[in-house]
């Protein structure tokens, strides 16, 4: 019988360090990289088209990106192994998601995944670590979302 083991390794990313830079494609196949967040608050969500986790999580960054985008607050998801553009647009479609969504790769999983999915960060205008959260467990999610809300509000006031 043969078994197969997933194991993430990557430098813990703490709060505070810089994020690490990444280069992907959108699902139209145009490049991103990481530059083009300096500057904007963003939430970063890694996240993967199988994961039940993750997919419970949509509905609540659709409401952060409804909410914030005219703000400048910044809202992208990067899918890993989750097949090719074709194939995570296809699910991007299906789930409703519509905030950006990027193309990831086994580097952006060796660099922002610490043991699995969801992982979620708030990554400040400077390019840090503003704030991380890993996994999400069904009765939190409502917590999570007003923990990013508290989060991003403070942000605005503080930019003022």
């Not at 699902?27 to 991103?32: I, V, W, Y």
């Not at 997919?55 to 090719?84: C, E, W």
């Amino acid at each position: 019988m043969k078994q197969l083991v997933l194991v993430f390794l990557s430098a813990a990313l703490n709060v505070g360090s810089p994020a690490p830079a990444f280069r992907v494609t959108d699902l139209a196949g145009k490049q991103f990289t990481s530059e083009q967040l300096k500057g904007s608050l963003t939430v970063l969500d890694v996240w993967a088209t199988w994961c039940e986790p993750c997919i419970d999580d949509i509905p609540m960054f659709n409401r952060l990106h409804t909410k914030y985008a005219g703000a400048g607050i910044k809202v992208i998801g990067i899918a890993v192994q989750s097949g090719s553009a074709a194939d995570i647009k296809a699910h991007v479609a299906k789930l409703g998601i519509r905030y950006p969504v990027l193309v990831g790769n086994d580097r952006i999983v060796g660099k922002y995944v610490d043991v699995g999915f969801p992982i979620t960060y708030l990554i400040s205008p400077d390019g840090k670590i503003a704030k991380k959260y890993i996994g999400v467990l069904p009765d939190k999610q409502t917590e999570k979302e007003m923990d990013l809300e508290r989060e991003i509000d403070r942000f605005m006031r503080d930019k003022r």
